[in-house]
């Protein structure tokens, strides 16, 4: 097993961070979360020392790891406190998107997931479906339902 070496770790900060960061953000909303989420992500890519086929592969990878850490901490998060959307709101300059991540980050995390890496990602539904290991058919229907939810909270 080869330990990842300082210089892979810079690759994968510059070539992913950005989208990780968006990522994470989008599914927990407050950035000291996200912080503790990308440090646990480099953590695991460290200690398991994957292999990848491809950059691809690298991609799909880090963010389904990015995917599961948020879930755990949300899981944490609603075992014992909760997130304040007043703090997010100072971070977003529009207000249409104030009330848009307001209603995402109200969707459950499976929803969130795949409206994520179908909108802000551009992965197609076959792609989601492989990242996530579900059929193309529940990432269909995922997106479908939290069409649905978002439209139903935001049409006036």
Known sequence: MNKKSEQDIKHILQTYGDMLYRTAYLLLGNPHDVQDVLQEV????????????????EKAWLLRVTSNCCKDCLRFCKRHTYIDLEQIQ?????????????????????????????YFEGYTVKEIAQIASLSENAVKKR??????????????
Do not use: C, D, G
Request: overall charge positive; charged content about 25%; glycine content about 0%.
């Open 143 to 156: 997106l479908q339902r939290a069409r649905e939810a978002l439209k139903l909270e935001l049409t006036p």
């Open 42 to 57: 480099l953590l695991r890519y460290m200690e398991k020392s994957p292999a990848f086929l491809s950059s691809n592969h």
């Open 90 to 118: 100072e971070y977003l300059p529009a207000p249409e998107e104030k009330q848009l991540i307001r209603e995402l980050y109200a969707l459950p995390a499976k929803w969130k997931t795949v409206l994520i890496l179908y």
